[in-house]
């Protein structure tokens, strides 16, 4: 390392530009060197990076990007503690986007806690997503950023190393960082009267302040899977079969139709959800198509 390099984190990444702030806290625009393209890798917000500042007005390089403890492609993001994905009553919760959300952390082998926000709206959506997930062993928090219910657990789950909120467009990351963080965003309300003018979240940020480390993404209601994952290893990623792995009659089972599958058998006992299980059927039947179409 040079005199004047120096290591800091990405906190946000613009048409090429990357923001990194300093170990002193300040922010330096920076670009990639050409090697990183040549070599397929693009810098994510919260990478690690050793970096060469511009001078005056010029931008600087990075050097070097630090070995990654995890990331996520959507939303694109690296070494995260923890992801917070977000759902509410209103938009419409996409299950199986959570689902798909909740396999690619736990391949990466990040914790992740489900928030149910809009909770004024209807309070009995939680029960119902707890219900799907309490075997799955996912931890759900109910918050209202309207009444600030909940507010404190949340404030709790997300003092502790850099989180990421993710989830569909207009469920209320935003609004959520700015209630527990007293960040000011620019959320949905602003401007809501007008129907063009409502404020959605385009780029990922890392924002920190008084110990919070925490990345608002930019929400998406479409997620494709990953390029290709073998079939008979999805299941490994539904911690709630392991119990019962072993004990079907076929080995290995894709716990599908087959018979005596004590997976298909918990769940018609109701010791698993059957809503989690049908959205597992609905995934397998992607992975396979995605995995026969590979080589195409
Ligand atoms: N009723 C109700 N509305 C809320 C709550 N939290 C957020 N909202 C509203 O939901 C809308 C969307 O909020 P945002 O925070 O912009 O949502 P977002 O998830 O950041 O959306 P993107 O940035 O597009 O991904 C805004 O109009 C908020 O005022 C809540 O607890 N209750
Ligand atoms: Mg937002
Ligand atoms: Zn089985």
């Known amino acids: 390392m040079t005199a004047r390099e120096r290591i800091g984190v990405i906190v946000k990444g613009l048409g090429g530009l990357y923001y990194a702030r300093d170990e002193a806290g300040e922010v330096h625009v920076v670009r990639a060197k050409g090697a990183f393209r040549r070599m397929g890798i693009t810098p994510m917000v919260g990478d690690d990076i050793r970096f060469a500042p511009g001078e005056g007005e010029e931008h600087g390089w990075i050097e070097e990007i630090l070995p990654r403890t995890n990331f996520l492609v959507r939303p694109p993001v690296a070494n ?10 209103e938009p419409k919760p996409d299950m199986l986007l959570l689902d798909t959300m909740l396999l690619m952390a736990r391949e990466q082998n990040i914790d992740s806690v489900i928030v149910v926000n809009k ?3 209807d309070p009995s959506l939680a ?41 569909q467009s207009g469920v ?3 609004t959520l960082v700015s209630a527990v963080t007293g960040i000011a965003l620019l959320s949905g309300e602003i401007s809501r009267k007008t129907t063009h003018g409502k404020h959605t979240t385009r780029h990922t940020e890392l924002l920190t ?3 919070y480390q925490v990345l608002d993404t930019a929400g ?10 073998e079939p008979m290893h999805l299941k490994d990623y ?35 959800s059957a809503q989690r299980l049908e959205r597992y059927h609905q995934l397998l039947e992607q992975v396979k198509q995605t995995w026969r179409d590979r080589y195409e």
């Not at 995260?80 to 009553?89: D, E, M, Q, T």
């Open 80 to 89: 995260i503690r923890r992801l917070i994905i977000v759902l509410a009553p």
């Open 119 to 121: 909770r004024e709206l």
């Open 127 to 167: 029960p119902q997503i707890r219900e799907q997930y309490v075997h799955a062993g996912v931890p759900v928090l109910e918050a209202s950023a309207v009444t600030g219910y909940g507010l404190d657990a949340l404030s709790q789950t997300m003092a502790d190393g850099i989180c990421c909120l993710a989830g």
């Open 172 to 174: 209320g990351k935003s």
């Open 209 to 211: 302040k008084d110990g």
């Open 220 to 229: 998406f209601s479409l997620l494709s899977l990953w390029k290709s994952m």
């Open 238 to 272: 539904y911690p709630e079969f392991a119990p019962y792995e072993g004990q079907c009659r076929f080995q290995p089972c894709y716990h599908f139709s087959e018979p005596d599958c004590a997976v298909l058998a918990a769940a018609a006992r109701g010791e698993l």
